[in-house]
């Protein structure tokens, strides 16, 4: 079995020396390419565990938010099933008129 570059060539040693001064070459790109993949590969790999740490942080603020808001829903459930919902629409009312007064003060200056 030949193998190829063996054979006779009518250059030599010469057309060999070219073809590996280019091989080099060539190697050397391929390297440095290489070595930037690595790079950013490990820099991707990085960024995302940062980003996996800071969904998993919003997540348990979400969770406390979400407990947070269930636990008021029932308080305003009771307060509206206790007969209390009509003093706070008059609290409310009172409150828009106080800022519509206020407002209107200031709007005559």
């Known amino acids: 079995m030949r193998r ?3 054979g006779y ?3 030599g040693g010469q057309q060999r020396s070219v073809y590996g001064e280019e091989n080099d070459r060539m190697e050397e790109e391929l390297k440095h390419k290489v070595s930037a993949l690595k790079t950013l ?3 991707i790999g990085e960024e995302v565990r ?3 740490r800071e969904l998993a942080g919003m997540d348990d603020d979400m969770d406390k938010v979400g407990g947070f808001l269930g636990s008021t829903m029932g308080r305003l459930k009771g307060i509206a099933r206790h007969g209390y919902g009509k003093m706070y629409c008059y609290l409310f009312l009172f409150a828009m008129a106080v800022f519509f007064v206020m407002y209107w003060m200031i709007r005559l200056k």
């Open 50 to 52: 940062l980003q996996n």
């Open 4 to 6: 190829a570059g063996t």
């Open 41 to 43: 590969t490990i820099d």
């Open 9 to 11: 060539s009518p250059m």
